[in-house]
């Protein structure tokens, strides 16, 4: 798979595995995130098996996203597929009960980190002449649950940016398309609750969640369809989980 990709949110959870099974497949990787150890890390690891090259920069901030996008290296600036990975949940309250710093992080997140990076990388994608386009979005971008109001509100809007998304660069021939997780035992809940290990470790107990390698291998059989396939919405769950609020455990 002769490939140039761009990962967002490289560092751990979904991100990490992709970076993981994309070298293997001999792409070509650039990897972003906020923690410049961990890409490293990740470099010096992936580097005997492909090229590597890491951006480190908040997908938050507008600035840092659009330099990180004019410092890649010429023989970087034709970009296959952009996966728009970055993005978090915080807190789970009822609304009124809610903290407004974890809703603006989510949204700055999720969404529009999302805009920010698919702006500035888009010439980029229009270049390699056969751009790709997937975002990690999640059974939230459809469904809601009690306590997950401001989270879900960011997925639905993935969802509808990457469905408007679709129509707007159709022109183009540039594909784009959503992986949609259910739960998967990632970092995810840990940074939900803040920490709380025994908090998140409660989420996964009783069934078996996805896994990182499993979204990762969902993005790979996205990627691999031929030209004239685009897989638009790939909805993932454990077979556990029925949807986003069904779940059935064991003892």
């Given at each position: 798979?002769?490939k140039?990709?761009?990962?967002?949110?490289?560092?751990?959870g979904f991100?990490?595995a992709?970076a993981?099974?994309?070298?293997?497949?001999?792409c070509?990787?650039?990897l972003?995130?906020?923690?410049?150890?961990r890409?490293d890390?990740?470099k010096?690891?992936?580097?005997?098996?492909?090229?590597v090259?890491?951006?480190?920069?908040d997908?938050?901030?507008r600035?840092e996203t659009?330099?990180?996008a004019?410092?890649?290296?010429e023989?970087?600036q034709s970009?296959?597929?952009?996966?728009?990975?970055?993005?978090?949940?915080?807190?789970?309250?009822?609304?009124?009960?809610?903290?407004p710093?974890?809703?603006d992080?989510m949204?700055?997140?999720?969404?529009k980190g999302?805009?920010?990076?698919?702006?500035?990388?888009?010439s980029f994608?229009?270049?390699s002449?056969?751009?790709?386009?997937?975002?990690?979005?999640?059974?939230?971008g459809?469904e809601?649950?009690?306590?997950g109001?401001?989270?879900?509100?960011?997925k639905?809007?993935?969802?509808a940016?990457?469905?408007a998304?679709?129509q707007?660069?159709?022109?183009e021939?540039?594909?784009?398309g959503?992986?949609?997780?259910?739960l998967a035992?990632?970092?995810f809940?840990?940074?939900?609750?803040?920490g709380d290990a025994?908090k998140?470790?409660q989420v996964?107990?009783g069934?078996?969640?996805?896994?990182a390698?499993?979204?990762a291998?969902a993005a790979?059989?996205m990627?691999?369809?031929?030209?004239?396939?685009?897989?638009n919405d790939?909805?993932?769950?454990?077979?556990?989980?029925?949807?986003?609020f069904?779940?059935?455990?064991?003892?």
């Amino acid at each position: 798979m002769e490939k140039t990709l761009l990962i967002t949110g490289a560092t751990a959870g979904f991100g990490e595995a992709m970076a993981l099974l994309f070298a293997d497949k001999g792409c070509t990787l650039i990897l972003t995130g906020r923690r410049q150890e961990r890409l490293d890390e990740l470099k010096e690891h992936l580097s005997a098996k492909t090229e590597v090259h890491t951006l480190c920069f908040d997908v938050r901030n507008r600035a840092e996203t659009e330099a990180a996008a004019a410092s890649l290296p010429e023989n970087l600036q034709s970009i296959d597929v952009l996966i728009n990975n970055a993005g978090l949940a915080l807190g789970k309250s009822t609304l009124p009960n809610g903290d407004p710093d974890d809703w603006d992080a989510m949204i700055d997140t999720n969404v529009k980190g999302l805009l920010y990076v698919t702006r500035a990388f888009l010439s980029f994608l229009r270049r390699s002449g056969q751009g790709h386009i997937i975002n990690v979005g999640s059974i939230a971008g459809t469904e809601v649950y009690p306590g997950g109001n401001v989270y879900c509100a960011s997925k639905h809007a993935v969802n509808a940016l990457s469905k408007a998304l679709r129509q707007e660069l159709l022109p183009e021939g540039i594909r784009v398309g959503q992986i949609r997780p259910g739960l998967a035992d990632t970092e995810f809940s840990l940074v939900r609750y803040k920490g709380d290990a025994a908090k998140a470790e409660q989420v996964y107990r009783g069934f078996e969640a996805l896994t990182a390698a499993d979204v990762a291998d969902a993005a790979h059989y996205m990627i691999s369809a031929p030209p004239h396939v685009c897989i638009n919405d790939l909805e993932i769950t454990p077979t556990a989980q029925a949807n986003a609020f069904m779940l059935e455990k064991g003892d």
